[in-house]
Structures are given as C-alpha cells and as structure tokens.
C-alpha cells in the first residue's frame, strides 16, 4: 500500500512540473481608452456641415502640383479651420480665422496649378463659407 501511494505522490509531482515551470507574463499595461466622442452627441451647429466640406476639400488637393507656398497657405487653412471649429464647439465664432481661410482659399482658387474640378469645388467652398459668415455676423460680405 505505502507503495502505491509513493507511486501515486511521485506521479503528481512530475505531473505538477511543467504547469509549475511555465513562466507567466502578465498583459502589458495599457492606459485605458477615452471614448472618442460620438458624432450624434457632438453639438451640431449651424455651419458644421460647410466647415467640415471645405476641411475635406483642402486634405483632398493634389499636393504635388502645388508650389512650396500654395502648400503652406493651404495646410495653414487646415489649421484655421480645425481651430474654428473646435472654438465652435466652445459656443465662440472666430470671424478672423474665418477671414483668413478665405482669403487662404480665394489666393489658392486662382491658382493656375488645379484642375478645373479642385477650382470649382474651392469656389463652392469659399461661397458656402461667406453664406455662413453672413449668417452669423449679420454682415453681408463682399464676394468677388
């Protein structure tokens, strides 16, 4: 009997060895995640939708044809217009940036170096952009 139970202990011991031996590593630490917010729970304001076109418009330019300064004007336009909306979104109306990326957008809409396709749609952004400014200074602005 004491036989037996020598055997049995003897086999549980190695039996326990590898699982013993496997060397744990634990997940490595990872800062938990802030929900990015959800576009339903963004405030909407009016002119979000022109904002939003006109940034989708400038990221899409054909960068290559343009020149070292059209390239600067147009990512410093980028700049302005994510600053304007974010201080949007603060319930601020920043009418200089606004200025400013239209003024950015009527140098780059003359610009020899688009097609025709990129002119008209920075064409069609600078009026929805002066649309909107009207709208919320109540000032008309002079078009070209």
């Known amino acids: 009997m004491h036989r037996v139970l020598a055997a049995l202990l003897v086999s549980l011991l190695l039996a326990s060895v590898p699982v013993a031996s496997q060397i744990y590593y634990p997940p490595p630490y990872r800062l938990p995640r802030t929900p990015a917010p959800h576009p339903q729970k963004a405030p909407q304001y009016k002119g979000d939708k022109e904002v939003n076109r006109t940034l989708h418009d400038l990221q899409a330019l054909e ?76 000032v008309k602005a002079s078009t070209p």
């Open 63 to 138: 960068y290559p044809v343009l020149t070292k300064d059209q390239r600067k004007t147009a990512e410093k336009s980028i700049k302005d217009l994510q600053e304007f909306r974010k201080k949007r979104y603060e319930g601020k109306f920043d009418n200089k940036r606004i200025d400013r990326v239209l003024q950015a957008l009527d140098q780059l809409a003359t610009s020899p170096n688009f097609t025709d396709r990129d002119r008209d749609r920075l064409a069609a952004d600078i009026k929805a952009l002066h649309s909107f400014q009207e709208l919320q200074t109540g």
